[in-house]
C-alpha cells in the first residue's frame, strides 16, 4: 500500500518548456488534489478533481491544466514554465475526510 | 484568498512543555483539520473536527474550535524533539471537498 505517490521528485525546466506532474493514489479515493507550496505562503491549491472525470479551479489555476484519467491517477500539466512557477508541488487525495499527501516534487523553471 | 492564518509564525520551546498554535479562517466550514511536515517531507494528517464539535483529543494532541470567532488551536502536551516540524490547519467548506491551508507554524522543540 504505497498511499500517494508522485513522479518526478526533483524537475529543472527552462522558461517556456513544458512538462508533466504525475501522481497516483491506492486508496479508492473519489477525490484529489494538486498543490503548490511556497516559503511563507502556506499550501495553496492549484486544480481539484471530487471524482474521476471532474475537475475544478483552485486559488491559483492559471498557467497549470489537470487531466483525472482515472480513478487512481491526476497530473498536472504545466504548457510554459515560467520562474513564478519555481515551487514545490503535492498531489493530495481523500476519502472520509482525511487527506493523504504525496511527498512532492520540487520543481525549479530557470 | 481563502488561506487561514496561523499564530504564532514560530515557536521554540523545551522538551517537556506545552506548545500551543492558533488558526483563524475566514468562512463557514464542515470541519478543520491539522497536519504536521516534518522539514522536506509532505504532510501528514494529524487530527480532525467538525463544524459541530468543540474539542478533540488524540494522544497528546487537543483542538479546539470555535466557529463563532472563526478560530482554531492545537496544543501539544510533553512535547518531544521528534514533534519538531511546521503544523498547518486546513478548513473543510460547508460546499465542496476541498482544503485550505493555513501559512503554517515552525515548532521547534528543544531537547
Known amino acids: 500500500n504505497a498511499g500517494v505517490t508522485q513522479t518526478p521528485k526533483f524537475q529543472v525546466l527552462k522558461t517556456g518548456q513544458s512538462m508533466t506532474l504525475q501522481c497516483a493514489q491506492d486508496?479508492?479515493?473519489?477525490?484529489m488534489y494538486w498543490y503548490r507550496q511556497d516559503p511563507g505562503m502556506g499550501l495553496r491549491l492549484i486544480y481539484y478533481?471530487?471524482?474521476?472525470?471532474?475537475?475544478d479551479k483552485g486559488e491559483v489555476p492559471n498557467g497549470y491544466n489537470v487531466s483525472r484519467l482515472n480513478k487512481r491517477e491526476f497530473s498536472l500539466r504545466l504548457e510554459s514554465a515560467a520562474p513564478s512557477q519555481t515551487s514545490v508541488y503535492f498531489c493530495?487525495?481523500?476519502?472520509?475526510?482525511?487527506?493523504?499527501f504525496g511527498p512532492g516534487t520540487r520543481l525549479t523553471v530557470l | 484568498s481563502q488561506q487561514g492564518e496561523e499564530d504564532p509564525q514560530a515557536l521554540s520551546i523545551q522538551e517537556g512543555e506545552n506548545a500551543t498554535m492558533n488558526c483563524s479562517y475566514k468562512?463557514?466550514?464542515?470541519?478543520l483539520q491539522w497536519y504536521r511536515q516534518n522539514s522536506g517531507r509532505g504532510l501528514v494528517h494529524l487530527i480532525l473536527?467538525?463544524?459541530?464539535?468543540r474539542e478533540k483529543h488524540s494522544g497528546r494532541l487537543r483542538v479546539t474550535l470555535d466557529t463563532s470567532k472563526k478560530s482554531s488551536s492545537l496544543l501539544i502536551t510533553a512535547s518531544r524533539a521528534a514533534d519538531t516540524a511546521s503544523y498547518f490547519c486546513?478548513?473543510?467548506?460547508?460546499?465542496?471537498?476541498?482544503?485550505?491551508f493555513g501559512t503554517g507554524t515552525s515548532l521547534t522543540v528543544i531537547p
Open positions: 493530495a487525495s481523500s476519502g472520509a475526510g482525511a487527506g493523504f
Open positions: 486508496m479508492n479515493h473519489n477525490s
Open positions: 478533481s471530487a471524482s474521476e472525470g471532474t475537475t
Open positions: 468562512t463557514s466550514i464542515n470541519n
Open positions: 473536527i467538525r463544524s459541530n464539535e
Open positions: 486546513a478548513t473543510v467548506p460547508n460546499t465542496g471537498n476541498q482544503f485550505y
